[in-house]
């Protein structure tokens, strides 16, 4: 089993910043690779990047690119999504996923708000 928790999340102004990260914890030395997804009210889940474990392949939705960067540090197990050039189309929960070889995991979510 692996275990994940988001932080980062909070309320900022349009055009402004912000950096999620996910910690994982457990069964972490199987794990093959990380995902952002988020989800806005009403909306289905979406998925935002994806970063290969090894850090050798990342993946973008296109409402991101160049927005977004995801990356991941091995010695703390976490994952980070950097997020500039904030939208008020970015409000959503963002949840945290990753997958080893046996199953994926998800995160609770943490709250990103923009405001126009």
């Known amino acids: 089993q692996v275990q994940l928790v988001e932080s980062g999340g909070g309320l900022v102004q349009a055009g402004g910043s912000l950096r999620l990260a996910c910690a994982a914890s457990g069964r972490t030395f199987n794990i093959r690779s990380a995902s952002w997804y988020r989800q806005a009210p009403g909306k289905e889940r979406e998925f935002v990047a994806l970063i290969l474990w090894s850090g050798s392949f990342t993946s973008y939705a296109e409402s991101v690119k160049g927005r977004f960067t995801i990356s991941r540090d091995t010695g703390r197990n976490t994952v980070y999504l950097q997020m500039n050039s904030l939208t008020p189309e970015d409000t959503a929960i963002y949840y945290c996923?990753?997958?080893?070889?046996?199953?994926?995991?998800w995160g609770q979510g943490t709250q990103v708000t923009v405001s126009s």
């Open positions: 996923a990753v997958a080893d070889s046996q199953s994926g995991y």
